[in-house]
């Protein structure tokens, strides 16, 4: 499985918005609405963000959301936050041939 | 409190065999499918594994087929990973993580994360 692609570094001020995108392929983004994003500060463990594309989990703000178009999914966080900075990860399943899932490279978000 | 924490990293010469442990509390352990994670030093994430929660099924990476086993006993609440043929590039952190799925097949996302362990593949 090839990891998906993100761009290394993203970053805006206070208040704005940022988007980062994450870039698979037919057979793992594209096929399927199985992608989730995962924030992970340094140190820590990962915390799941979005899953199923679009869907928040409990206790995530609704600044954080998420879509998919084409081979193509986006994390965009609006309202920007200092505790906003941070790396984040999509995931995409992976198929059922393969099995499992594949992740993206990793974002690093910095707030300015 | 909901919480995973594993156990069992260290290092390890390259050809060797470490296992890890997950102790899940908090939730119904037998109930959920679990995976295995890993990410080495500056890296970023790697699925590794998964098992289904009556560990009848099970899933792997190319990278780890045929050299890891997933495992779990849901009498103890432990989720484990038998690690054989340790490679160099197997240095890592590994975290273990609940995947919500109740029903055989994972949904493939991850709702609660352990701290992870070192695992060190070095001579």
Known sequence: QSALTQPRSVSGSP????????????????GYNYVSWYQQHPGKAP??????????????PDRFSGSKSGNTASLTISG?????EADYYCCSYAGSYT?????????KLTVL | EVQLLESGGG???????????????????????????RQAP???????????????????????KGRFTISRDNSKNT???????????????????????????PYWY???????????VSS
């Open chain 1, 80 to 84: 920007l936050q200092a505790e906003d």
């Open chain 2, 11 to 37: 290092l390890v010469q390259p050809g060797g065999s470490l296992r890890l442990s997950c102790a899940a509390s908090g939730f119904t352990f037998s109930s959920y499918a679990m995976s295995w994670v």
């Open chain 1, 99 to 107: 099995l499992g899932v594949v992740f993206g490279g990793g974002t």
């Open chain 1, 47 to 60: 915390k799941l963000m979005i899953y199923d594309v679009s869907k928040r989990p409990s206790g995530v």
């Open chain 1, 15 to 30: 208040g704005q918005s940022v988007t980062i995108s994450c870039t698979g392929t037919s057979s793992d983004v594209g």
């Open chain 2, 42 to 64: 500056g890296k970023g994430l790697e699925w590794v594994s998964a098992i289904s929660g009556s560990g009848g099924s099970t899933y792997y990476a190319d990278s780890v």
């Open chain 2, 110 to 120: 991850f709702d609660l994360w352990g701290r992870g362990t070192l695992v060190t």
């Open chain 2, 79 to 105: 989720l484990y990973l038998q690690m054989n043929s340790l490679r160099a590039e197997d240095t890592a952190v590994y975290y273990c993580a609940k995947d919500p799925s109740t029903v055989t097949i």
